[in-house]
């Protein structure tokens, strides 16, 4: 059993809630994804803790299975690097102040989304007399980082007379890949192609083009170029209701918990903070150690739902920091009983993120990369 850190229990055993990642589904949505996007290759986006699931042990388990791994700050790369991670690191985000030579130091791939940050780069890496791995950023219509489209061919210019500069990559982002309309993606799928023009142009050499995330990944092949960047659905999760759903993925992540608390609530009598909720009978309620301090959003109070003993029954009165209570009506349940959170039960009954992202009105990204460090991430098979 390993635990993504930190933590505050060395020993999983102790905790009464946690999270299991299931690697071998990792394995396989990965290589349903492959299927489905090749002969393009894979970079595997592990921002954010990967989405929840354990930067570290991720990238360490599957890493060597992609293509690439993408993270979204410095601080991720350099943590993946100290942890023996090989794989090419891209760090999609924005650079600033002093970290060039810290991506250089770590053999992390930088991503220049300007022509001043990309003298800087060329610079950083002409004083320490290496090369520096660049992927430049075409800002299509995300509005984020990234050169406009329309300013693109001086990035690109500038990037031919930088002699301490690879140029690896060039790289777009969608900003609606995952809806039903797809006519914005198509808008900046064109934009992107009329940038990478300026290669033919001049006859040289393009550079590994990438800008396909989940949603283009299941939605726009034509995005596909040599490299696709799979978020959530690499967690076995779609990254909307509406998109088509044509690769097959299963969720890598349920989260579980016990229950330590059983009382019977009378009438009359209102369960947790501001006495939202009371019964007009007598219930059996019990105490489950999870709570907004774990990353189970306070949003979802009284609407939330969990598995007990393979039926689901309701979350009743305000989620708090640590604990939440469950109303299981006349049914029995007994301390250290498994409480499915997120995930399937035996009994075949599940609650997914999409669920969660429901009660709590926010995305299943959220719900996953919420998921605080203080439960313990087990990892299976052991
Ligand atoms: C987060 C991110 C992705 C992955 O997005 P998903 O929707 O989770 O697939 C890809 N590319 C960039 C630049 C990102 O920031």
Redesign the pocket.
Same mark, same amino acid.
């Given at each position: 059993m390993s635990i993504q850190q930190p933590v505050i229990s060395s020993n999983g055993d102790l905790r009464s809630t946690w999270a299991e990642v299931d690697v071998t589904r990792l394995e396989r949505n990965l290589a349903a994804i492959r299927a489905r996007v090749a002969p393009a290759g894979v970079m595997l986006?592990v921002?954010a803790n990967a989405y929840g699931h354990g930067l570290k042990e991720v990238a360490c388990r599957i890493g060597p299975q992609a293509d690439y791994l !993408?993270v979204?700050v410095l601080e991720e790369g350099i943590y993946l690097r100290e942890a023996g991670v090989r794989t090419p690191i891209l760090a *999609?985000g924005g650079i600033w102040g002093d970290q060039i030579p810290a991506y250089l130091e770590h053999d992390l791939t930088l991503t220049a989304p300007s022509v001043e940050r990309l003298e800087q780069i060329d610079q950083a890496a002409a004083a320490t007399g290496r090369k520096a791995r660049v992927h430049l950023k075409i800002d299509t219509g995300m509005e984020r980082i990234g050169v406009h489209y329309y300013n693109a061919g001086s990035l690109l210019e500038a990037a031919l007379g930088c002699s301490h500069i690879i140029v690896e990559g060039i790289f777009s982002?969608f900003a609606n890949a995952?809806s039903a309309d797809l006519s914005h993606a198509r808008l900046q799928l064109e934009r992107f192609e009329e940038v990478l023009r300026f290669y033919e142009k001049r006859s040289l050499p393009l550079p590994m083009r990438h800008m396909a995330?989940? !949603?283009a990944i299941l939605q726009l092949p034509e995005a596909n170029f040599d490299l696709v960047? &799979? !978020?959530? *659905?690499f967690y076995g999760v779609y &990254?909307s209701a509406e998109a088509a759903r044509t690769v097959r993925v299963e969720p890598a992540l349920a989260w579980k918990s016990r229950v330590v608390y059983f009382k019977v609530v009378q009438p009359g009598h209102p369960v947790s903070y501001g006495s939202t909720w009371q019964s007009d009978a007598p219930v059996r309620v019990v105490t489950v150690p999870v709570g907004y301090g774990d990353g189970y959003f306070r949003r979802m109070s009284n609407q939330a739902q969990v598995i007990i003993g393979g039926c689901k029954y309701p979350q009743v009165g305000r989620i708090c920091m640590d604990q939440v209570m469950v109303n299981i009506g006349s049914a029995s349940a007994f301390n250290g009983d498994e409480v499915v959170l997120v995930g399937e039960a035996a009994s075949g009954e599940r609650i997914t993120v999409e669920d969660l992202a429901g009660w709590a009105g926010t995305v299943p990204?959220e719900i996953l990369t919420n998921i605080n460090t203080r439960v313990p991430r087990i990892y299976l098979p052991e």
């Open positions: 986006v921002k !993408g979204a *999609l982002h995952d995330n989940s !949603g960047r &799979p !978020g959530i *659905l &990254p990204y």
